[in-house]
């Protein structure tokens, strides 16, 4: 399997290629080729050609949740590239979603296309419902996460507008991606909005394999010491071994993993490319 992270905040050791606020991974798995999320802009595409990665022959597209910069490229993927790909989104993922500014106003944070551009390009679009759904024999799409760890992530100051009032948004709609390997599962996430513990702890109740590695954002860039120890801590108990965070995890969140997971953590920045049998 590949994993190649298209494009993040920071670089890696290629120094020419684009990095922004935002986050799309490249995988290729038995012969399939996913894009996880599609980042701010769309300069993603041109990272990948630096790196001769081909997205004209993508087969699936999964956006992880309705955030402009896991989804702000996905326009111009379909009108530079246009793959023939099958797009899968969680429920609710056009939604309406605002941050809370000191300033006390809402900023727009959501998609910046509607959902008519999906039917205007014949996308052949699966909102997910289900609690887990199996793409392939070894590709397993997991949403509806539990949130019985009170300690995580409250998204304080991200809501959701509905018929002019603002709520709180709890990102029902999040998805996160499982691949099977020989050595476990490797957990795709985006920005785990849902809180990373939550997230793992409702995919090790669902299915009967344990977890090797997780990639991408963890959301921690706003959290306090106390919150990402406890997060190490169960990255211990769990045994994961593989811990490529990056995005949202923020530098102290990233040092602070580093550090407390020893030989586990890996720099994972734009242009980084992992392997795994």
Do not use: W
Request: proline residues 1%; glycine residues 10%.
């Amino acid at each position: 399997m590949k994993i190649a992270t298209l494009i993040e905040n920071k670089p890696g050791d290629r120094e020419e290629l684009y990095t922004e606020y935002g986050l799309s991974i490249y995988i290729e798995v038995d012969g399939n080729k996913i894009l996880f999320d599609t980042g701010q802009s769309g300069d993603f595409i041109d990272n990948a050609k630096d790196l001769d990665i081909d997205l004209k022959d993508l087969d699936y597209v999964i956006i992880s949740h309705g955030h402009y910069d896991h989804s702000g490229g996905f326009e111009r993927l379909i009108k530079e590239i246009n793959p023939s790909i099958n797009l899968y989104l969680g429920n609710g993922f056009f939604n309406k979603k605002y941050n809370l500014m000191e300033s006390g106003e809402y900023e727009y944070v959501g998609n910046p296309f509607e959902e008519q551009f999906l039917s205007e390009n014949n996308i052949q679009v699966k909102y997910i419902n289900e609690d887990i759904l199996n793409i392939t024999e070894n590709l397993i799409v997991f949403t509806n996460f539990n949130r019985n760890q009170e300690f995580e992530n409250t998204n304080q100051n991200m809501y959701l507008k509905e018929d002019e009032e603002y709520k709180k948004d709890m990102f029902l709609e999040e998805v996160s991606l499982g691949i099977k390997t020989n050595r476990g599962l490797v957990v795709i996430v985006g920005c785990s909005h849902a809180g990373i513990v939550n997230i793992l702890d409702t995919i090790i109740e669902r299915i009967d394999m344990n977890i090797y590695g997780v990639i991408g954002g963890t959301h921690l860039v706003e959290e306090n010491d106390e919150k990402i120890n406890k997060i190490i801590e169960y990255l211990k108990e769990k045994d994961i071994e593989l811990i490529g965070a990056c995005h949202c995890t923020g530098k102290q969140g990233e040092t602070m993993l580093s550090q407390g997971l020893e030989g586990s953590f890996i720099d994972n920045n734009t242009g980084d490319i992992l392997y795994i049998e």
